[in-house]
């Protein structure tokens, strides 16, 4: 496979677009994996939970569940747009390693090449 720094630039920009949405899309899918079926929970349970905490608004401790979940959700998608951040900082590098080497190289070349070899390559 060949270097191909179009690739590289493209896969650090979906990286960035992900990073940019992970965190509202991970703090949903916690508080509705928790939330819901607490709320549901709540629902069926209303008389057992009358009885035994007392009377309480339906869905209080769905609400508490799912706002908790939540922010478990904000904290964990902000730590994974964090690591995808920094994995597009890591292919940035490379690619910036990349165009300086190539640039070095050609430096190089040019200032080592016999006035022979330069003719040929003109």
Same mark, same amino acid.
């Given at each position: 496979?060949?270097?191909?720094?179009?690739?590289?630039?493209?896969?650090?920009?979906? +990286?960035?677009?992900? *990073?940019q949405? !992970?965190?509202?899309?991970?703090?949903?899918?916690?508080? #509705?994996? @928790?939330?819901?079926?607490a709320?549901?929970?709540?629902?069926?349970?209303?008389?057992?939970?009358?009885r035994?905490?007392?009377?309480?608004?339906?869905?209080?401790?769905?609400i508490?569940?799912? +706002?908790?979940?939540? *922010?478990?959700? !904000?904290?964990?998608?902000?730590?994974?747009?964090?690591? #995808?951040? @920094?994995?597009?900082?890591?292919?940035?590098?490379?690619?910036?390693?990349?165009?300086?080497?190539?640039?070095?190289?050609?430096?190089?070349n040019?200032?080592?090449?016999?006035?022979?070899?330069i003719?040929q390559?003109?």
């Open positions: 496979m060949k270097y191909d720094e179009q690739f590289l630039l493209k896969a650090a920009a979906r +990286l960035e677009s992900e *990073a949405t !992970i965190v509202f899309s991970t703090s949903a899918g916690y508080t #509705l994996v @928790v939330g819901l079926p709320f549901i929970a709540e629902d069926v349970l209303h008389g057992f939970l009358v035994q905490i007392g009377d309480m608004p339906i869905g209080a401790i769905a508490g569940l799912g +706002l908790v979940a939540m *922010a478990v959700g !904000i904290a964990r998608g902000r730590e994974k747009a964090f690591n #995808l951040r @920094v994995q597009v900082h890591q292919l940035l590098a490379l690619v910036e390693i990349e165009r300086n080497t190539h640039t070095s190289l050609a430096t190089t040019a200032a080592t090449a016999s006035p022979a070899q003719n390559e003109v």
